[in-house]
């Protein structure tokens, strides 16, 4: 069975840097594209950043410049590097996936199960 793991959310002072992870286990074939969103209580999902298996990516505009998205595509990885941090990033953060087990199946939709950033002083 296919998950992916964020880990790297915590606590964190305003201008403070954090770097999450989400990690693939189980049997991949090939993963497509992957993202980063986050949500806040009360508020719907919202796309942060996204990169395609190509290295095209985008960035929210009240993210850029100061988060950089990356994949590891040997590891099965993906990365959210946050710079600049500030208390309106405070949210839980999910990283959304899209992956294919064998070269037969069709592709899916993975989320993890998310991991909790607080910008706070």
């Known amino acids: 069975q296919v998950q992916f793991v964020e880990s790297g959310g915590g606590l964190v002072q305003p201008g403070g840097s954090l770097r999450l992870s989400c990690a693939a286990s189980g049997i991949i074939f090939s993963i497509y594209g992957m993202a980063w969103y986050r949500q806040v209580p009360g508020k719907q999902r919202e796309l942060v950043a996204s990169?395609?298996?190509?290295?095209?990516?985008t960035y929210a505009d009240s993210v850029k410049g100061r988060f950089t998205i990356s994949r590891d595509n040997t590891k099965n990885t993906g990365y959210l590097q946050m710079n600049s941090l500030k208390p309106e990033d405070t949210a839980v953060y999910y990283c959304n996936a899209e992956a294919q087990t064998t070269r037969y199946e069709v592709r899916r939709n993975y989320w993890g199960q998310g991991t909790q950033v607080t910008v706070s002083s």
């Open positions: 990169i395609t298996s190509g290295g095209r990516i």
